[in-house]
C-alpha cells in the first residue's frame, strides 16, 4: 500500500521537472528552408572563454559550422568591477532578450556599453531592447548607414530572414559614442581593459574589431564568420582593402588568441587564417582569368571548378560564385 501513496508525490515531481526544463528551454520554432537561418528557431547560449569574456552564439552552431551551414549570429559580453561592455545585440527583440537574460543569469552590474562591430542589423538591431542609459559605441560610417538607409535595410534584412521575424517595430537608433577610422580605443571596465580598433574596411567601412589584450579573446563580428569551411561575403566588393584588413587584424592578435568569430562558437586563430587563404587565392585567380581575358561569366565558371576545395560552404555556389568572384573580377578589372 506504501507504493500507492508515494505515486502521487513521484508523478508531481515528474510533472515539476517537465514543467521546469519546458520554461527552461525558450520557445523555437521549426527551420524555414526559405531563409538563410530561422531568427524564430535560435536559442542563444553562452560560455565563458576567459575570467569574466562571455561568448553567445546559438546552441546548435558546432553542428552547422562543421556541417558548413549558416548559422545565426554570435557575440557577447564582458563583465569588469563596474559594469558590462557587450558585442553586438542581435536581430530582433526575441534574440536581444535571450542576450540580456544571458547576462543576468551572469551578472547584475550595469550595462555601460555596447558595441556595434558593424550596421548588419542580425548585429546591431537588438540595440533598441537594452536599457536606456546603455552608450551605444559605433564606427562614424554605421552610424551614417543607418541614419541613412534604415528602412530599406529593414526590408532587405526581411527578404532573407523573414516578415514574420519581429522586425517591423525597429528604429533607427543613435549611437553615443562614434568612432573614425583608424580608432584605437580603450574601455576600461575596472579590472578588464577592452581594446575597440577599427583596422579598415574589411566587410563593410565600419567594422569594429574587439579584443581583450589581457584576456587575448577577440571578437570579429562578419569579417570572420565560423570555423571553415565558411568563407567571407563580399557583399561591398573591395577584396584589396578586405584582405589587407584581415592581415591587420591576425597580426594584432596572439597565436594562442581566442576568436570570437560573428556567426559560430569560438575558436582558434586558424578562423582568421582560413579567409586570409581564401582572399589570396581568390584575387590570384582572378587577377590570371582577367589576364587571360576571361569574361566576368567565364571567370564565375572556371573559379568555381579551381576553387572547388572551398565549396565545403553549402552556400558556395552564391557567396563564391555570384558574389565574391563576380565582385572581385569588377574590382580588378577596374584597376589593372
Ligand atoms: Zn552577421
Known sequence: MKSHRTL???ALLVCFLLNHLTAAEPDRAPEDPNLVWTPAQVVLVSQQVAPG???VFPDDSAVKNTGGVPSATSGGFVI?????????????????????????????KPILYVVNTSYHGDHSYGNQFFPAGVQIVQHVATQAYIQSHFAADVAFMM?????????????????????????????DLGGKRVNVRHLG???????????LPGEKVLFTGNPVISISPSLPWLL????EQSLATMRRLRALVTDDAIIVPGHGRPAGVEMIDYPIGYLAELRSQVRAAIDAKLTEAETATKLAESMKRYSGYKIFPWVHSQVNVPKTYQEMKATP
Request: aromatic share 8%; charged share 20%; proline share 6%.
Open 8 to 10: 502521487p508525490a513521484l
Open 53 to 55: 569574456v562571455f561568448a
Open 80 to 108: 569588469g568591477e563596474n559594469g558590462v561592455l557587450v558585442v553586438d545585440t542581435m536581430l530582433n527583440r526575441r534574440l536581444a532578450n535571450q542576450l540580456l537574460a544571458l547576462i543576468r543569469a551572469q551578472t547584475p
Open 159 to 187: 527578404t532573407y530572414f523573414g516578415r514574420n521575424s519581429g522586425m517591423d517595430e525597429l528604429k533607427p537608433q543613435p549611437a553615443q559614442i562614434m568612432l573614425p577610422d583608424g580608432a584605437n580605443v580603450i574601455f
Open 201 to 211: 574596411f574589411a566587410q563593410t567601412e565600419g567594422d569594429l574589431f574587439v579584443w
Open 236 to 239: 561591398d566588393g573591395k577584396s
